[in-house]
């Protein structure tokens, strides 16, 4: 029965379990009984893991250890990384993510409709072209902002080019040629032509023939200067006054310690040098028996000191100057301190009678010199005392030639940096000259230019041009049914126009006919006087303020009153008629003919100082203008009418300040400055009058091309190199030297 | 040499003499007079030296001597060769040139009417079409040769001869469009029959037909077509803009946006991989050849007939449109034009631009043709002829000299780009002059005299009544408007400038 029922469960079990030795039989009854027992296991839900039977391995048995027959056994994620465990970098990370994957329910969002993927791409898209065009931005505004474009941008530089430009493709090919070019390139020697060497160019580049020329010049002068200084310097010698060289070395020594002072300032290390020196002459003093009281003048002074105080002054005086001389430079350091008050105190006690500051003063005797420490460095902070002049020029003669010779090499070398500095100065200048002129040249361009840098947006928004008020923006041609053909035509034409013109004038206010500004403003101060009515309003007494300090009782004044103390308040302290009428009494003062004088003094009579012509003669000689027209505001006491205008003139004269300008003594200054050749050199005559855009005649105009953006890039980058050679500035011209020249080829 | 350095001042001045005597056979005797200060008594000195020089000789050697002496240097007198012009001394004191502002006022005044009295632009009307010129197009590196399409065949132009070189039948129909190769050897043609030919620019040999080197069938009317400025490129539109390779027959790329037709399509010239393109549905659309989709467009109240991109600036371009203005827009703001021209009188058919991109040229169906600066709102220019048609076609000539309308009744005109300019090669002093009285009248363009005269243009009474109708017309809507504002809410009516006005949305 055991089997019977074995048989059935096995057949009911057999869809799900599939097993290789199902077909066997019962045969090996050990075996059923296994997978019946798992039968029933698994019918239980319970998932046990099953014990995988090797059969066939390479085709079951997978390296993952995952039964590629299945088993019946479903396939786990932790199954699949079981392997990954047992290596030592344990993917726990990916584990994690796999788990969350797992709980992770959500299902993936639909891709988005065509439509909508299409806008994205083309947003994508725009935004990148849209970045790549404003490349051109810098390009555009230059070529915008430049005086001169000459078309085709890229045009070859005009005169004989170089064989290498001309023949690209040539090569040494025998061996002869190849050495001899080898060697030629070994020696940095040009290779076609008499072309410069690199080393020629790299002078020809240095120094243009104007630099040059300004170098040589310079050069003379300065050599015309040294001998200038020489022979002075000679002159100062021969003069046996020695009051006067000790006059001479008393500055010299105080210019020296106040340029010594500013060296330590502003350039410590010549200033160190300059120690150096004095050092070095401190040494040569030690050395020498200078000063030291040996000499013939000082023996026989010593004869005398005993009895003369002077002598014995000088004799001090003369040990000071070679104690000043000898003494080593001391650095207030803490050590140097305390150096000198032990020497001060292993001062030698004695006190002599002759010389008595002797001991003090001579370092022999401190006894401290072989103790000293090396000169240091620092010492430049504290130049050194000069000691004062001694009676004896002679003595310290050589000292004050040294310094002579250092002031003269410090005064060289101060005359060429000058000269240096002038010379870059120049530089400056001229570049400055160059601008001030174009700029004054071209005062409306720049003036655009500063407008259209002024109204320019920042990159994000579109640029405002000057088309800005677009309906109200005036036509730029005056379009009539009358054709002119001849000079009378445009005659005429200008005749209708003034008439017509002045009639509009005329209805215009009248503020506007004066184009000088101050006259201007006194029209404006006018008007607006003229807009409050003085004789409602004000009453001439109103000079004091009656304000009440709190609001009192007096509230239902009616507004009318209210409004006038109130403007009778604002407008206290001007008092606008007397102002007005002063004003108009001036303007008329103005117009009144004057008396002129035309008496000569000393004319058919005596004259000098004190002397008046005489009467008759004063009567005779003086002329009286015949009285102008009456004024028009003759009887009108409230109003002026200026009498300045001239309406003949006024037909011609420009009645509104023009566009770029901002006030009028900008747009005076323009019309003032000549332009012709008879108030302007030559050269800056062409420069003035120099065409905005240049074309040539029979020349292709390509687009702009690419390399130019790239070279403009460049060249931002690099910053504009400055032409010292030419003219012409270094922005004037945007005429590119590239190779790359434009197609020509004539209509003719 | 010959500039400000030889001003007068400088001509006579008392140079300082040394005479270094190496081989010199000068006498000089330092105390021959003793009062020195005597100027002419200097000179008697010298002259003496030299006589005695002459009449004795004898060597004495003198180092050096400094004798002041009147002298002219011969450069600042003596021209170089006899061919040269006199040199004349300036003495600039201003002094001594009073009324300088008057002066040139009146100059520039003379110039002014001497302007408008030599402005003559009309030069030459090129005739043989047998219908009206649809299309024109340029040679890109030859100026004096020209192609124009009718609407009945094409003819290739000589321009300086002012001749038809060549005459082919290129289509059944109108030629819509067509554009020379940028090398210049040949060109293509489109047209009503639905077909683009590529054609050879030299003239067949004798026995040889007339045959295009390609031709492509496409599935419906082509309405334009541009070239590539650099590769073999090329673009047609007409339900859908195609992007061709020349050497194949199929389109490698076709954009289309919604809309059902393209009038015109161009390349452009800087950025050599973008187009834009006027569609029938008044909008104007972008697109980078590079890119699958187009870029951008814009709708405008009007349809806009053709466009043309700046050449000397990447990113402007300016389009016609049917609502009498032309439009210049920055592509990368599509949102308002950057400036809107008005002028014409009626729709504006062509535009072109200058190769400088300074200026651009415009052709209307009102018979005239308007030149633009490409900042201002109005044209500097107006050119019309009695017999001149609707303008069609216009193209500025690469040289930047001249222009080329193209009109309905089956003329080309020549003008030029310059009214009053004189042709050819201009001597130098005669360049100068032009130059000054150019610079002059910009000096004073702002005096009312000179902008009336410089301003002044006559016009066909028909289009100048037409235009002041307009100009009533555009005032009284303002009025309205402004009326209309005054009477309702405040901020219930926002103020549209006259720039946002056209432009209806931008589609992204």
Known sequence: MDDEDDEELQRALADDIISASEDEGGSDDERKHCKLLEAISSLGGKKRKKLTERSEASIQVSEFTVNAEGEGDKIHLSDLIGTLDKTPSALIKTKKQLKNLQHNQSTLETPLTRKETEKIQREVAFEKTSKEVSRWQSVVLQNQKAEQLVFPLNQ????????????????????????????????????????????????????????????????????????????????????????????????????????????????????????????????????????????????????????????????????????????????????????????????????????????????????????????????????????????????????????????????????????????????????????????????????????????????????????????????????????????????????????????????????????????????????????????????????????????????????????????????????????????????????????????????????????????????????????????????????????????????????????????????????????????????????????????????????????????????????????????????????????????????? | RRDSSGTSRSNWKINTMIMKTNNSIYLCRQSFFPSRNSFFSLIFSIFFFLMESLVCASFIHIHAMKVKVLSRNPDDYVRETKLDIQRVPRNYDPSLHPFEVPREYTRALNATKLERVFAKPFLASLDGHRDGVNCMAKHPKSLSTMLSGSCDGEVVWNLTKRECVRTLQAHEGFVRGMVVRFCGTSFFTVGDDKTIKQWKMETPGYGEEEEPLNTILGKSVFTSIDHHQKEGVFVTCGQQVDIWDEQRSSPIRSFSWGVDSFSCVRFNPVETELLASCASDRSIVLYDMREATPLKKVIMNMRSNTLCWNPMEAYNFTCSNEDYNLYTYDMRYLDKPFTVHMDHVSAVLDVDYSPTGKEFVSASFDKTIRIFPKDSGHSREVYHTKRMQHVISIKWSSDNKYILSASDEMNIRLWKANASEKLGLLAPREKAAVNYSQKLKEKFQHHPQIRRISRHRHLPKSIYSQSKELRVMKEARRRKERNVRKHSKPGSMPVVTEKEKHVVTVVK
């Open chain 1, 156 to 748: 070859e530089p005009s005169g004989p080019k170089r064989i290498e430009q001309v023949v690209a493709g040539w090569k040494a090919q025998t061996p002869l040629e190849q050495e001899i070019f080898s060697l030629l390139r070994m020696n940095k020697q040009p290779l076609h032509d008499p072309v410069l060497t690199p080393t020629e160019e790299a002078s020809l580049r240095a120094m243009s023939l104007e630099e040059a020329k300004i170098r040589r010049a310079e050069l003379q002068k300065t050599r015309v200067l040294q001998s200038y200084y020489e022979a002075k310097a000679k002159r100062g010698k021969r003069i046996k006054s020695k009051k006067y060289h000790r006059i001479q070395k008393k500055v010299m020594r105080k210019e020296y310690l106040k340029q010594f002072d500013e060296m330590v300032k502003t350039d410590p290390a010549a200033a160190l040098e300059e120690l150096k020196k004095m050092e070095l002459s401190r040494m040569k003093e030690r050395m020498s028996l200078k000063h030291q009281n040996s000499g013939k003048w000082a023996k026989s002074k010593a004869i005398m000191a005993k009895y003369d105080d002077g002598a014995r002054k000088a004799m001090q005086k003369q040990l000071e100057v070679n104690k000043d001389l000898t003494q080593k430079l001391v650095i207030p350091a803490d050590e140097d301190e305390e150096d000198e008050e032990e020497s001060a105190e292993t001062l030698p006690d004695f006190v002599n009678d002759v010389e008595p500051i002797l001991d003090q003063v001579n370092p022999w005797m401190r006894g401290k010199l072989s103790t000293e420490p090396m000169m240091e460095e620092s010492n430049r902070l504290h130049p050194p005392v000069w000691p004062r002049e001694v009676g004896k020029p002679g003595e310290g003669r050589d000292d004050q030639e040294e310094d002579e010779e250092q002031m003269e090499e410090t005064e060289e070398e101060s005359l060429l940096r000058g000269f240096e500095e002038r010379r870059k100065l120049r530089q400056t200048e001229d570049v400055k000259v160059s601008d001030d002129e174009e700029a004054g040249l071209s005062n409306f361009t720049s003036l655009f230019h500063g407008l259209v840098n002024h109204m320019e947006p920042p990159a994000d928004q579109p640029k405002a041009g000057p088309g800005l008020g677009q309906g109200e923006s005036p036509a730029l041609l005056e379009e009539g049914l009358v054709r002119v053909r001849t000079l009378e035509d445009v005659e005429l034409l200008s005749q209708d126009i003034s008439a017509s013109d002045t009639a509009l004038l005329t209805t215009r206010d009248l503020g506007t006919e004066e184009t000088d500004t101050q006259s201007a403003t006194q029209q404006a101060d006018k008007k607006r006087k003229k807009m409050i009515d003085p004789n409602e309003v004000l009453t001439k007494e109103a000079k004091v303020i009656e304000m009440p300090l709190a609001p009192t009782a007096v509230e239902d004044v009616e507004d009318k009153e209210e409004q006038r103390v109130i403007i009778k308040e604002a407008f206290a302290g001007d008092d606008v008629i007397s102002d007005f009428l002063k004003d108009k009494r001036k303007q008329e003062e103005a117009g009144r003919p004057k008396v002129i004088d035309l008496t000569l003094p000393g004319w058919g009579e005596w004259g000098g100082l004190g002397l008046q012509p005489s009467r008759s003669k004063r009567k005779r000689f003086r002329v009286k203008v015949a009285p102008p027209p009456p004024r028009q505001d003759q009887k009108l006491p409230n109003i002026i009418i200026a009498e300045k205008r001239d309406s003949s003139i006024a037909a011609h004269q420009v009645c509104q300040l023009p566009f770029p300008f901002e006030n009028p003594i900008q747009f005076e200054r323009t019309i003032r400055s000549p332009v012709g050749r008879t108030w302007n050199t030559q050269n800056t005559v062409q420069k003035i009058t120099a065409p905005k855009v240049v074309t040539q005649l029979g020349a292709i105009i390509e687009p702009i091309a690419r390399e130019d953006l790239i070279k403009d890039i460049r060249q931002a980058v690099t910053g504009p190199s400055i032409n010292l050679e030419s003219d012409q500035g270094p922005q004037k011209k945007r005429r590119s030297q590239c190779s790359n020249g434009g197609y020509k080829s004539t209509l003719s």
